[in-house]
């Protein structure tokens, strides 16, 4: 691209006057040109090449899509220019290349956090849909009525598998429905914390889960790390639900579990790939619920993200620290 935006300057030297890329949509213009900062906003950009940034533009606001997915593998020459910060939407930047967060390049400031609470509200939707059977139970004419016996979500216990923004908010409705809380972070947590009692790893925390939820980042070392050798230690009755990614999962050993004892039912708002190729048998298993990755659709995501994106842009016009900042070397 042949724009140059090196010609914004601020008058206040303690200041920065932030030239911005945005690849948000128009709504998110309107918000850019109400901030104090006056930021100069580049307009229009390469759909195609959406890594491809003007010169001067030193902040960029994306999102993860199609054209992420098939950037080059090889860090192109045009990137990063003069980046210095890149704000996303997603909380995740496993859609992102490889050189999309380097310790040498610009910082990465992520979503994480503004869709927990719709995702939590998912998690107990599907939570109750695989213990009340509501739909499954409800009858049409006098000659089905009878009463059965549904299940119950107090008393029971739900693990967490990640402890992020996610799972701490499934963790206070856990609470205050009875159940007991299980939960595996990353830093090694141990001992009980605020109603929550951390386990060392996720064969432990399977072996204990009624409910078993994933809701850890997608990493080398987290792909398919619900393999066999776990699901074969399911506490029998099982049912898991995944709302992070779906190569977490080893989609043939699940398949493999739930035709066998253990496993009660998988809610899957992730497959891999998104979505599955027709005929796949994860579709017609009757033990199986496939969303379309939406939960984490809610009415106030748009509102949560343009806080973060006006307190982020307070902050690096300051020069201070940016909020939700992902590491180079975990990648979240």
Same mark, same amino acid.
Not at 51 to 64: A, H, N
Not at 128 to 131: D, I, L
Not at 224 to 227: A, F, G, S, T, Y
């Given at each position: 691209m042949n724009v140059d935006a090196r010609n914004a300057v601020s008058s206040d030297a303690s200041l920065r006057r932030p030239v911005v890329l945005n690849q948000l949509g128009a709504e998110f213009d309107d918000v850019l040109g109400?901030? @104090?900062?006056?930021p100069?906003? *580049?307009?229009?950009?390469?759909e195609e090449k959406v @890594?491809?940034?003007?010169?001067? *533009?030193?902040?960029?606001?994306?999102?993860?899509g199609p054209r992420w997915k098939a950037a080059p593998r090889v860090r192109p020459p045009e990137w990063p220019a003069d980046l210095r910060w890149v704000q996303v939407v997603s909380a995740g930047i496993d859609f992102y290349p490889d050189w999309f967060v380097t310790a040498d390049g610009p910082k990465v400031s992520c979503g994480r956090g503004i869709t927990a609470d719709p995702i939590a509200e998912y998690v107990f939707a599907a939570i109750?849909?695989?213990?009340k059977r509501l739909r499954q139970l409800a009858i049409h004419t006098p000659e089905q009525y009878a009463q059965t016996a549904t299940g119950t979500v107090e008393g029971k216990t739900i693990g967490l598998f990640g402890f992020g923004a996610i799972g701490k908010a499934v963790a206070v409705r856990a609470n205050a429905f009875g159940m007991e809380v299980l939960a595996v972070r990353r830093t090694g947590t141990s001992g009980t914390q605020d109603g929550v009692r951390f386990l060392s790893g996720l064969e432990e925390l399977a072996a204990g889960s009624d409910h078993l939820l994933l809701a850890a980042p997608l990493t080398e070392e987290t792909r398919?790390?619900?393999?066999a050798r776990v699901l074969s230690v399911a506490k029998p009755g099982q049912h898991i639900i995944n709302v992070a990614r779906g190569g977490l999962i080893d989609q043939e050993a699940l398949l493999?579990?739930?035709d066998g004892p253990n496993l009660a039912g998988a809610t899957l708002d992730v497959t891999d790939p998104e979505p599955l190729p027709e005929g796949h048998p994860l579709y017609r298993h009757p033990k199986v619920l496939i969303t379309p990755h939406i939960s984490w659709s809610g009415t106030r995501n748009g509102q949560r993200l343009t806080d973060r994106i006006i307190a982020n842009l307070d902050a690096y016009v300051r020069g201070l620290p940016l909020s939700d900042v992902v590491d180079p070397l975990t990648r979240y």
């Open positions: 109400a901030h @104090w900062s006056q100069t906003v *580049v307009p229009g950009y390469d @890594w491809d940034i003007p010169k001067g *533009v030193d902040v960029l606001l994306t999102r993860p109750f849909e695989h213990e398919h790390i619900l393999d493999a579990a739930l």
